[in-house]
């Protein structure tokens, strides 16, 4: 009597490698500065945006 | 205009204190996993702590400089990180001046700061502090 095992896994959400690729070429120096800038970013857009219906 | 979610944060900054204060702690969590490579944001600086006597007091006087006060707390409630105040919490979710900080004396994953340290890497912008 042998038994099966099946596996399966959801699909991987999809990510920007090239993105990734840069950040790990960085220093963590760069890296904390690319995220000081990309916060401030994001920050602001946040700020602008509005709700639509 | 700022969206409230979206407070002033400026992580190298409160490392730099933290560091300068000669405080004995690990950066752990999205921080941690910035300065490792990952392009994602995060809006807090997450921190374990060596519990010993003399770096909580050191912690302590940073978080005074900080300004440090109990995170979505909307009362003036005193906050006062005395060393045995600090002794006493697993979890403290702080905003000071330079955005949010959360202290973890024992944060899951890393049964200690020492074992976290021997993981941890230097972070060059910041002598003296550490990321796991």
């Known amino acids: 009597m042998g038994r099966r095992l099946e596996l399966s896994a959801p699909p991987l959400a999809p990510h920007d490698e090239a993105q990734i690729r840069k950040h790990l070429r960085m220093t963590p120096a760069e890296r904390a500065a690319a995220h000081d800038t990309a916060y401030r970013n994001t920050r602001d857009l946040a700020g602008n945006a509005r709700r639509v219906a | ?132």
């Open chain 2, 1 to 132: 205009m700022t969206s409230a979610r979206w407070a002033d944060f400026d992580p190298r900054k409160l490392l730099g204190c933290l560091a300068t204060g000669g405080v004995d702690f690990v950066v752990v969590g999205g921080y941690a996993a910035v300065l490792h490579g990952s392009p994602r944001i995060t809006q807090d600086l997450d921190i374990c702590y060596s519990r010993e006597t003399h770096n909580l007091r050191s912690l302590g006087a940073v978080l005074l400089d900080l300004n440090a006060r109990l995170f979505g707390v909307d009362e003036e409630v005193p906050f006062m990180p005395d060393q045995a105040t600090l002794a006493r919490v697993e979890l403290l979710t702080l905003e000071t001046d330079n955005g949010k900080l959360d202290l973890l004396a024992t944060p899951s994953g890393a049964a200690a700061l020492l074992r976290a340290r021997r993981r941890a890497r230097p972070h060059t912008t910041s002598a003296g502090a550490w990321c796991a």
